[in-house]
């Protein structure tokens, strides 16, 4: 059949039963694309918003409430063990995917011969873009970012899926263009081109908007997906060490979220530039053989990091915490461009010397301890987090309360 002509008068026209329903400059439609624009404003309860920080928020005052909060916050919907649901569906097609939920990332292989695959992650929290929509954005694209370069991928591109209110109200409208901005300005420093994506408007009850959840999906490259990095540690004696700079940053945070209901302040700040050296660590340890083991920092904070690797390994550890830091602000702050990994021993002066030489912060704060439980009172074969000397949980106890929430939400 056909259905049109080549012209030369530079003009892409459309006939409908003898009318003409198109005549634009081909670019417009494949290169261009339309331009929205609708009046937006700074929403007015924004200034009080941001003023409303944690900072008088009750924390926890010693190890009990500290392993209280960690329970409470591994229990919570939003950092929950996901598996009832995934489970229910079969994620490894023809056993090409190698890494899976509760990875950082997914990999798949895509050549059976080289072992070439690609690793994709999404992530946002909605939370830090109703405190700052540009920062909030930045925010869920580092994260993505950063978990892509945890499986040992080099990150290349970006897909998004920009959920937000009624672009009829202004305040909305603000939030988009906002979050929009912050997610241009940072791919251009980052170096990775957003390469499709949508919008979704009018995700409101009434006149309740949701949060502005700017989704930020990234994607990366592996040559051979055997050497991935896995967030399980292992085995015994391998060093753990916290890669970034820890900070009393709680707004936005999951602790604030669970624990007191409570939503204001300024979020985490980012540096780019920071987050990029932290990417190229993550790759350069994982393909020269140093790293082990690797898992991002995010929602709520090192203590659920550190968690999630004792619970996919089975396998306990004993932790301190650094002279500098309070217990709780190393354990539940939500501070960016942070992760942990897990290095041998042998190659703990080759690892320490990269980091240095990049000038980029990398703590010791434990040791992979299989036959730690009967050192701490429990029963032989019991595996342990012990941190430091506030107080030691049992990975029976992480999972009870891990695993817990979703088959009771759904049961």
Not at 187 to 214: D, R
């Amino acid at each position: 059949m056909v259905i049109g002509e080549v012209t030369e008068t530079g003009r892409l026209t459309v006939d409908w039963h003898g009318e003409q329903i198109v005549d634009v400059p081909p670019r417009s439609v494949a290169h261009d694309g339309p331009v929205y624009e609708r009046p937006y404003a700074r929403p007015a309860g924004q200034d009080a918003l941001q003023a409303d920080g944690p900072q008088g928020l009750a924390r926890p005052t010693n190890g009990a409430e500290l392993r209280d909060t960690l329970l409470r916050l591994l229990a919570s919907p939003n950092l929950a063990d996901k598996s009832y649901v995934t489970d229910q569906y079969d994620r490894y097609v023809q056993g090409n995917t190698v890494l899976a939920q509760p990875e950082d990332a997914g990999i798949v292989r895509v050549d059976e011969e080289t072992g070439r695959g690609v690793a994709i992650s999404t992530d946002c929290n909605g939370r830090f873009a109703q405190l700052d929509p540009y920062r909030g954005a930045q925010l869920a694209l580092a994260e993505s970012y950063r978990n892509i370069s945890a499986t040992g991928a080099i990150p290349l591109a970006v897909t998004d899926c920009l959920n937000f209110g009624s672009p009829e109200d202004p305040a909305v409208m603000w939030q988009f263009e906002r979050a929009v901005t912050g997610l241009a300005d940072a791919c251009l420093q980052l170096g990775v081109p957003v390469t499709g994506g949508n919008v979704s408007f009018y995700n409101q009850t009434g006149e309740t908007a949701i949060l502005p959840t700017p989704v930020i999906g990234v994607l990366g490259v592996l040559d051979d997906v055997d050497r991935r990095t896995p967030m399980a540690w292992g085995p015994d004696g391998e060093l753990i060490y916290l890669l970034g700079t820890t900070r009393d940053e709680f707004a936005g945070s999951e602790w604030a979220h669970v624990v007191h209901g409570h939503l204001g302040g300024l979020p985490p700040k980012l540096d780019l530039e920071v987050e990029r050296q932290l990417s190229q660590i993550l790759v350069a340890g994982s393909r020269d053989g140093m790293l082990t083991a690797a898992h991002d920092v995010s929602e709520g904070g090192l203590a659920i990091t550190l968690a999630e690797m004792a619970m996919r390994a089975n396998i306990g550890a004993r932790l301190w915490v650094p002279d500098e830091l309070d217990p709780f602000v190393f354990l539940f702050s939500e501070s960016a461009t942070r992760a942990v990994v897990v290095v041998p021993r042998s190659e703990e002066l080759r690892f320490t010397e990269m980091c240095g030489a990049r000038n980029f912060p990398a703590t010791r704060i434990g040791v992979v301890d299989s036959e730690l439980g009967p050192d701490a009172g429990e029963p032989s074969g019991t595996q342990v987090l012990q941190v430091g000397d506030s107080f030691t949980v049992t990975l029976d106890d992480l999972r009870a309360a891990h695993q817990g929430t979703f088959p009771a939400l759904f049961a």
